[in-house]
């Protein structure tokens, strides 16, 4: 089974970032995390003019939250810490100049 990866690379001004999850592109909050760190690095390098967001794989796109992470959600704080990984996604894009 191949592992989660985020992976990004440059072509030209165009920087690529890449998810996989082999549980149809699922996204677990230490994918979320990788997630947010390149789309911030890619919106902070000068040589990069536009990002393009793509799944790795021949499936599905992205299902959504990790389902095993969110039914271990037992309480208020796992509960935050869970749904802050997609905020920090998000907001990493809101605040991408690209």
Request: hydrophobic share 40%; glycine share 10%; with cysteine.
């Amino acid at each position: 089974m191949e592992e989660a990866y985020v992976k990004q690379h440059i072509e030209g001004q165009v920087g690529i970032i890449e998810f996989f999850h082999p549980a149809h592109n699922s996204l677990p909050g230490d994918l979320l995390a990788k997630l947010t760190d390149a789309i911030t690095q890619a919106g902070n390098n000068n040589s990069i003019k536009v990002i393009v967001l793509r799944s790795g794989g021949d499936r599905t796109f992205c299902a959504g939250a990790s389902f095993n992470e969110l039914v271990a959600i037992d309480n208020i704080e796992s509960g935050q810490q869970f749904f802050s990984g997609f905020a920090n996604v998000i907001n990493a894009m809101r605040k991408c100049p690209k």
